[in-house]
């Protein structure tokens, strides 16, 4: 394990100041190794003000999932969170777990806390991209029609509880929490481990909408890695996607495809717009269809409904029972990319297949992506033509590598799916369920879904990255889970060969650090 020997915001600026009078590019890449990436996570999070402020003992521990510290109200909908925020309160969104229709609730909210999930949870992913504060997996929380109890300890609606998402830990009563300040030092810091990293490795952020953009470029992130488009779907947008799901006929889907089409062109622009000439990945529609429409429901191509959605009709899966699906992003990325050329920008654009475990999907789905590719370059002027690559996250796919890279243009690890069926854990239930148990028995030495993996996980990556150049010697390899974003993991990336890692915004510079540190290790 690393040791760095500063640790403090005072370290780091008689540091700086040391490097800047030597003048000298060692003395800055020794500044950039001895920085411990925890310290970049501190100081761009606010958190309690003095350490009595956290109200005392805390009542419950969850998983910690998105750092930062915050205080409001309990409201148990996210309805109730627009309230309090409307009279100018403020408000911690408590429930069960978060699924897109609570995503206008979370945008408002101090910070979340939920019984269920883990760190890939919905609300651990959206909280990390958006940078709220949350804690996940709270065992011991129990949700009435009015109050919470946890702890053992009832707590009304409308009470105010305080939580803390660099421990994990909650407390009830209000606390101060303090502003983020500006760091110059930190800036010199993140320009020195740029300067290291070159253009050996790059740093992109997961964003998807054009706010997240923004986000990301402000904290230096190189291009986006991963748009999740089914992030889009959420508020007014979540009925659009759930028509098309309960399509009965051709011409009710049809139908559900016209509206999703202009509604996903529409949020596509302000996403390429914020980036500019960087690059940008699409992953097209990847999720488990319970997070719209509930468990159990039924889907027509689908058979009846799924036990273990996680593992079932996602991606391009549904793609291939659901032809008209994919064809129809295509169009409206194709469409986005044209409107953003005419006004005077250059996007750079490449459209990621998720789930692919075959080479024979890649080339069915792949094949039409480009028949409409091809059609809107006849209709628009665009200057670059999409690459059409694929993400790696089923461990068939990792051990094809070589065949799938012959029909991809370029390789992205999902990391958490990758994690999730290698061990076999589904990741939301093991993480409450047994991960802490794991880890004081020492069964596990961390938990695989904050650290990858280096007995199994990691080694795959590297395997497969290596076998996807010898087919392919120019194949570009990233990885957009959020592994991107720890440094322990971005060490066993960067040794592995891969020319980018992308995280949640918020997450970048501690990423721009961690890989910097990485290459200089690699280098000594």
Known sequence: MTVFSVTTLEGLEALIVDAEAQRSAEARWQAVAAVDPGLVRELLHGGFLLAEDSAGTAVATGIAASPGAASGVVCLTSDRVMDVVDAGGQALLV???????????MQLAEG???????????????????????????????????????????????SEVSLDGFTGEVFVGGAEVSEVAEAPALITLLSWADEVRGERVGVLAN???????????????????LCRTEHMFFGDRLSLIQKFLRAESPDDES???????????????PVLQAMGERPVTVRFLDAPLHEFLGAGSGVRGAAGHEYNPMLGMRGVRLAVLRQGLYRMQARALLGAIAEVTAGGGHP?????????????????????????????????????SPAVGTMIETPRAALSAAEIAREADFFSFGTNDLTQLVFGFSRDDVEVQ???????????ENNPF??????????????????????????????????????????????????????????????????AQALIQQDS
């Open 450 to 515: 904050e650290v990858l993996d280096p007995g199994t996980v990691g080694p795959l990556i590297a395997a497969a990255t290596r076998a996807a150049r010898l087919a392919k010697p120019e194949i570009p390899v990233g990885i957009c889970g959020e592994h991107g974003g720890d440094p322990a993991s971005i060490a066993q990336l960067v040794a592995a060969g891969v020319d980018y890692v992308s995280c949640s915004p918020f997450r970048v510079p501690v990423a721009r650090l961690a890989v």
């Open 255 to 269: 139908k559900a495809l016209a509206a999703l089409e202009k509604a996903q062109h529409e949020d596509f622009v």
């Open 348 to 384: 750079h654009v490449s459209i990621m297949i998720p789930l692919v475990s075959d080479r024979a999907e890649l080339i069915l789905v792949r094949d039409w992506i480009r028949e409409e590719i091809n059609t809107a370059l006849e209709q628009y002027e665009i200057a670059h």
């Open 95 to 105: 429930c069960l777990e978060t699924s897109p229709a609570d995503e206008l609730g």
């Open 112 to 158: 979340i806390l939920t019984a269920r999930g883990g760190m890939a949870c919905h609300a651990a992913v959206v909280a990390r991209g958006w940078g709220i504060p949350a804690v996940v997996g709270m065992n011991d929380l129990e949700i009435g029609g009015d109050h919470i109890v946890l702890g053992g300890v009832r707590i009304d609606e409308g």
């Open 434 to 444: 047994m991960m802490g148990q794991y880890l004081e028995m020492g069964l596990l």
């Open 207 to 225: 964003a998807d909408t054009g706010e997240d953009a923004r986000r990301a470029v402000d904290r230096g992130a190189e291009g986006i890695g």
